[in-house]
Structure formats: C-alpha cells, structure tokens
C-alpha cells in the first residue's frame, strides 16, 4: 500500500508550533487577569471564564507551560505581594491578610509561614523582603523546543552583556532562591562573569538557561532555567558541561530546599534525577536548606558523558 495519507514533517511541525503558540497565548491571558485580579476571589473557573478557554484546557496548559497550577501561582504571588506589605507599609496584618484573599489572620499566619519559615509578625521585624514568585513573562516565539541540547556549543560563557538578561531569568526563577538579595546578588553575577564561572544558554536574546559554578569549591551556586524550558533536559545538558568540562575530578555539591518544604516548586525533584544526594542540613542566610552532592562516579548515568 502506498504511504499517501502521510503527513509531511514540515505539516506536523507547523501544526505543533500553532498549538504551542495557542498555549502560550491561553497562558499569558491567564497571567494577565490574575495579575490584574490579585485583591479578588481567584480560582481555575473563575480564570478560565474570564479568558474564555475551557477550566480543563487551561489547567493543562499552565501547568505544562509554567511548572504550576493556578492556585499554587495564585496563591504564591498573593504571599509575595503580602511580604512586600509587611515590610514596606504599616498597614496591619488582619489586612493585608484580607487583601491577600485569606478569610482571618490565623489562616494568613498558618500559610505564610509555612513558605516563609516567619509568622508575618517576625517577618515585618526583620525588615528583609524576598519574593516568593515574581510574575511570570512569556517567551512568545519559543525555537529550542527539542530536548536534544547541544551541551558543547549551546552553552556558552556568559559576558558583562548578558548580565541585564540574565537578570530577566533571574525574575522568573526567584521561586528557587528564598532568600535572594538581588543587589548582592548582582554583585556575585558580576564577579562570576569575570572570572568565567557563569554559563549560560539563549533562545535568541532571552537567556533560558543559566549557571554560575566555583571551581575551588566544587559547587554549583546558582542554576535558574526559564519555566518554559523546564521540560528540554536543559539542566542535565548544563550539568554535562560542568562535569565533561570544568569539574571533572571532584564532587559537585548544590544546595536546595529541604523535604516537605512547601515552598519547594520541584527543586529537590530534579536534582535527585539528575544524579545528586543529599547531604547535610544548613541554614543559609537563615533559611532552612539541605545541600545535595553528586560524586564522580554518578557522571556515569548522564547520557552524553
């Protein structure tokens, strides 16, 4: 039988990108009204009526596009919201409880600390605010949607000009970094960039991937991949180019948010897949942390090594 209801490659990646691109379209309305909506009753049906797709298509979609439901954005962008209340205003806690969509200042304090490690009380006396998810900006025309990453060429060294886009990545995964200082931070960058221990890897301009890495330590000090890319194996493909290329002889260490942090988006998860174990339990910048270690001879179950 001849092989004529075959559809042409090119059709089948046209049609995959149209769907891609709706996707990206259904998700960035439903940014845009939750942003919009933060103060107001938030939730799937209420999204979904409100940029007219099905509950069902948007559930699958935001999640596949940014890493979390709904309410778990909803939720974690209404506490960040509330930190900043508490830091910079006087407004009392019961409203800013009310504002963040909580019915009573108990339900506010019980879930607040449970991603903040403070009651909100403690939190306003420390003066220091850090977001727990900053709004997520999509990437309209994504091209490095293939999870076959070129570890070798794509990622490169990192240069004083990437730092501003670096920093837009830095924005969308502030979810694993709790205590993030970003001026300090983006002195670290800096210093980093300079004594080439920053990686990263770009679709066009947007850097989607990136790294900074200490050779005299053997550790891993940052590692932030855009929500979009998530599912690309571009952190293994980073992780290939250090342990290929730049700490070849020692463990490498990383450190992440400890079991059953609720605060935790799927951090400790990939880092188990990619080989690590954990190891002893911190406190950084006091912030309850755990660090993970891969030993030399875990490199041996990454594909490509």
């Not at 449970?114 to 709004?135: D, G, I, S, V, W």
Request: charged content about 25%; hydrophobic content about 40%; aromatic content about 10%.
């Amino acid at each position: 039988m001849k092989d004529s209801c075959k559809i042409p490659d090119i059709i089948l990646q046209r049609k995959e990108g149209t769907a891609m691109q709706i996707n990206i379209i259904s998700v960035k309305a439903a940014i845009d009204y939750i942003e919009s909506n933060l103060a107001g009753k938030l939730d799937l049906e209420i999204v979904a009526n409100a940029v007219h797709y099905s509950k069902y298509h948007l559930h699958r979609v935001f999640i596949d596009t940014v890493g979390l439901t709904i309410h778990d954005y909803v939720q974690r962008r209404r506490l960040t919201e509330a930190a900043k209340l508490l830091v910079f205003s006087d407004k009392p806690i019961i409203e800013i409880a009310l504002t963040a969509g909580y019915k009573s200042q108990q339900s506010f304090t019980t879930v607040f600390k449970h991603m903040y490690k403070k009651t909100p009380n403690q939190y306003r006396e420390a003066e220091e605010f850090y977001p727990l998810q900053l709004t997520y900006i999509l990437n309209d025309n994504p091209t490095k949607t293939s999870t076959d990453i070129d570890w070798q060429a794509d990622i490169v060294y990192a240069v004083e000009n990437d730092i501003p886009a670096w920093m837009d990545l830095l924005c969308l995964v502030v979810d694993g970094f709790p205590y993030l200082n970003e001026d300090e931070y983006l002195e670290r960058l800096k210093q980093s960039v300079q004594k080439k221990q920053a990686l990263i890897m770009k679709d066009k301009n947007i850097i989607i991937g990136a790294m900074i890495f200490n050779n005299a330590a053997g550790s891993i000090d940052f590692l932030g991949i855009h929500p979009q890319y998530r599912k690309n194996d571009i952190a293994k493909a980073f992780l290939q180019k250090v342990r290929g290329e730049l700490l070849t002889d020692v463990p490498i260490s990383i450190t992440t948010f400890r079991e059953g942090d609720k605060a935790d988006t799927g951090y400790r998860k990939v880092f188990r897949q990619l080989g690590f174990s954990e190891a002893e339990l911190l406190i950084e910048f006091g912030y309850p942390t755990q660090k993970f270690i891969l030993q030399k001879q875990n490199h041996l179950s990454l594909p490509g090594l």
